[in-house]
């Protein structure tokens, strides 16, 4: 059985993600129309946090970093070395977790929202010793979200800053794209629907061709024209620097946050 200890966003995308593989799925969570949700789908639902654990070999710890430390409190005298456990609790340090529960290992992830679709970037970092079958078995756990990458612990704040907030800066680009076209004269609801397809499209010619970004951006740039007017601008006004600084503030603020 896989435990989720929070049934909110992110540990209702990791069960139906979980339940498309034909997993056994308990969760727990406080909320009782969370609890009521979990029910509809399907889902086996403990009465509290201690029964999931005992009944579970690998448990996700899903519940937001002010009270995983609560949480900890709660299960730490019922996990022992086989059990599993997993924790997607933003800026929280493995070392934090594993002083808690009495433990060596644990598992930790930084998933971002798209993973909500499937189309998540997941990062893993195995923090302690785990054998290649453990590995792979959590490594399919966060599959159905999307692409998964392993990577040392180090890189977890640097991770956090880029893919972990990354959605919300892409939203914004978004919404500048969209409110750009509403400026020169289209309505919104085209104006958005072109800044999407813009996206989407330009993402995908990406992927399905050989190259670095610089090679599709001189595909649009012809000489005079006016896509180089625009990066004129772009570069006058320091587009690519105030990305780059946002990334590392972000980076710093979780640096901060994990002590
Ligand atoms: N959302 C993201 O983009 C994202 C990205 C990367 C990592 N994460 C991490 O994923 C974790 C979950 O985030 P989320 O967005 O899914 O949060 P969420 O939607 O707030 O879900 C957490 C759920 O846990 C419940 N809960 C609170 N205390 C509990 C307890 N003692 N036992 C069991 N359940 C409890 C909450 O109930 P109440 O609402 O009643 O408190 C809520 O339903 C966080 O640690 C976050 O850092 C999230």
Redesign the pocket.
């Known amino acids: 059985m896989i435990g989720i200890?929070?049934?909110?966003?992110?540990?209702?995308?990791i069960a139906l993600g979980l339940k498309g593989l034909g997993e056994k799925i308990g969760v727990?969570?406080?909320?009782q129309e969370?609890v009521k949700f979990a029910k509809e789908q399907g889902l086996t639902v403990f009465e509290?946090?201690v029964s999931l654990v005992k009944n579970s070999s690998l448990i996700i710890?899903?519940?937001?970093?002010q009270?995983?430390k609560?949480?900890l409190d709660?299960i730490k005298t019922h996990i022992s070395s086989d059990k599993l456990v997993v924790?997607?609790?933003?800026?929280?340090r493995s070392d934090t977790i594993k002083e808690a529960l009495g433990i060596d290992r644990v598992v930790r992830?930084?998933?971002?929202?798209p993973?909500?679709v499937g189309e998540g970037a997941i990062v893993l970092s195995f923090c302690g010793g785990f054998t290649e079958r453990e590995k792979r078995l959590v490594t399919e756990v966060f599959r159905p979200l999307g692409e998964v990458f392993v990577l040392d612990e180090v890189y977890m704040d640097a991770v956090?800053a880029l893919s972990?907030s990354g959605?919300a800066y892409v939203f914004l680009f978004l919404e500048a794209l969209s409110d750009a076209g509403v400026k020169v004269g289209l309505s919104r609801d085209v104006s958005l629907r072109l800044a999407l397809q813009t996206l989407k499209g330009s993402l995908v010619l990406f992927e399905r061709k050989e190259g670095i970004p610089r090679k599709f951006i001189d595909m649009v740039t012809s000489p005079g024209g006016t896509t180089i007017s625009a990066l004129h601008t772009l570069e006058i006004n320091g587009f690519k620097g105030i990305i780059m600084s946002a990334v590392e503030e972000a980076y710093r603020r979780s640096k901060e946050l994990g002590g």
């Open positions: 200890i929070g049934f909110g966003k992110m540990g209702e995308a727990f969570d406080i909320d969370r509290d946090n710890l899903a519940v937001k970093p009270v995983i609560d949480v709660e924790s997607i609790a933003a800026g929280v992830v930084m998933p971002n929202t993973a909500l956090t972990g959605p």
